[in-house]
C-alpha cells in the first residue's frame, strides 16, 4: 500500500498525452420509446454506456441536492476533513482509494444501505443541515426506482423471461450499494498556461458494480472509452441520467454487455458535480453468467466469484487495473 505523507504534487494529476476526443459515439435512449429495451440492449452491448432521456426522476430532486452538495464543498477544508479521510466512506481529496491514486477531485462516498453503519458518513449528516440528508435521500429513492426499471428493460430486452433477474440483485435489502458526490473545482492557474496538457480529475477506470447511474452539472470532463480505444468526450446534459455498465453485469452476461472504462478530466474554468449511485449486489451472491443468456452449450468466460470476493480484489487494486482479468477463465 501507498501512503501519501505529503499532499500529492500537481504533476501527479497530469494526463501525459494531450487529447483530442471526438464527441460522436453515445448512445441515446429515451425511456417513452417503445423500442428502449432494443436500443439499451444495444447500448450496453456496443458501448457499455448510454444517455438517458424521460427517466421521470424530478429535476427539483437533482438540484436540490446539487446546492446542498455545493454548501457542503464550500465549507473551510478543516470541517470537510473531519468527515474524513474516506473509509471507504466519507469526505476525500484529491487520494482516491488506498493504494496511491490521485485526482483533481473531492468527494464524499456514502453508503444507501441503512444497516450499514458508517461513522464517518454518519457525521457527515449530523455536522450538516438535515436538508442535505433529506436531499439525498429524496434523490437516491427515485434514482433507485429508475435504475430498477432499466435492469429491468435489459432483461427484457437480452430476451430473459423473468424480467427482475437483473434489478432483484440490486432491490435486494442486503445489496451493497453506495453513493457518491464528486466536486472537480475548476484547474488552478498554473496549470492553464501548460497547454495542451490535461489534469486528471478521476483517472480511468471501470466500475466494479453492476450498474452506475451519474447525474453531473452542465460542466464538460467525463470521458468514455470505446471499443477501438478511441476516448469520447460526453457533453455533459444536467437534465439527463448517463447509465454505465459495471464488470459485475459484464460477467452476469457472459462478456454480452461490456463495462466501459471511463475518466474524468478537470475543466479549466468551470467546477463539476457530479453525483453517482452505485448499484451492487448483496456480498454473498454469487457472480456467474445468468443460465437464461447462455445458450446452449456456452461455456462461462469467467471463475466463480461472489461479489464480497470481487469487492476485496476491488479495494486491493488500483483504478487503471484490469480488475476482471484474474477472474478470467483462461
Ligand atoms: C470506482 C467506482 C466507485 O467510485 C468506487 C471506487 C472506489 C473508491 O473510490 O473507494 C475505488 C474504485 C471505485 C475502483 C478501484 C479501487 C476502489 C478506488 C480504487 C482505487 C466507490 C468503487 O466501488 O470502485
Not at 478543516?78 to 483533481?104: H, L, Q, T
Not at 446534459?237 to 463495462?259: E, M, Y
Not at 445458450?295 to 461479489?307: A, I, N, R, V
Request: charged share 25%; hydrophobic share 35%; proline share 7%.
Amino acid at each position: 500500500m501507498v501512503v501519501l505523507s505529503q499532499p500529492p504534487a500537481l504533476n501527479q494529476f497530469l494526463l501525459l498525452k494531450s487529447c483530442k476526443p471526438t464527441t460522436t459515439g453515445i448512445p441515446v435512449v429515451d425511456l417513452k420509446d417503445p423500442e428502449a429495451k432494443t436500443l439499451i440492449v444495444k447500448a450496453c452491448k456496443e458501448v457499455g454506456f448510454f444517455k438517458l432521456l424521460n427517466h421521470g426522476v424530478p429535476f427539483e430532486f437533482m438540484s436540490n441536492l446539487e446546492k446542498e452538495a455545493l454548501r457542503f464543498f464550500k465549507k473551510p477544508q478543516s470541517e470537510k476533513d473531519r468527515a474524513g479521510p474516506p473509509d471507504p466512506f466519507g469526505y476525500g481529496s484529491k487520494r482516491i482509494g488506498s493504494n496511491g491514486d490521485v485526482g483533481w477531485i473531492e468527494y464524499l462516498l456514502l453508503n444507501t444501505n441503512p444497516d450499514v453503519i458508517s461513522p464517518k458518513s454518519c457525521l457527515v449528516f449530523r455536522e450538516n443541515p438535515q436538508k442535505f440528508r433529506v436531499a439525498v435521500e429524496e434523490y437516491i429513492g427515485a434514482v433507485k426506482n429508475m435504475c430498477y426499471m432499466v435492469l429491468e428493460l435489459m432483461a427484457e430486452g437480452l430476451g430473459i423471461g423473468e424480467r427482475n433477474v437483473l434489478s432483484r440483485l440490486v432491490k435486494d435489502e442486503r445489496s451493497d450499494c453506495c453513493f457518491r458526490l464528486n466536486h472537480y473545482p475548476p484547474c488552478p492557474e498554473e496549470m492553464q498556461a501548460l497547454k495542451g496538457r490535461n489534469l486528471v480529475g478521476f483517472g480511468e477506470h471501470t466500475d466494479p458494480q453492476i450498474i452506475s447511474v451519474l447525474r453531473s452539472n452542465s460542466t464538460s470532463g467525463l470521458q468514455i472509452c470505446l471499443p477501438d480505444g478511441t476516448w469520447v468526450s460526453v457533453p455533459p446534459d444536467q437534465n439527463s441520467f448517463f447509465i454505465n455498465v459495471g464488470d459485475t453485469l459484464q460477467v452476469l452476461t457472459n462478456g454480452r454487455f461490456r463495462s466501459v472504462k471511463h475518466r474524468v478530466l478537470a475543466d479549466t474554468s468551470k467546477s463539476r458535480l457530479s453525483m453517482i449511485y452505485f448499484g451492487g449486489p448483496a456480498l454473498s451472491e454469487k457472480i456467474a453468467p445468468l443460465a437464461s443468456v447462455m445458450l446452449k452449450g456456452e461455456e462461462s468466460l469467467y471463475k466463480e466469484f461472489t461479489w464480497c470476493e470481487y469487492k476485496k480484489a476491488v479495494y486491493n487494486s488500483r483504478l487503471a487495473d484490469n480488475r476482471l482479468g484474474p477472474f478470467e477463465k483462461k
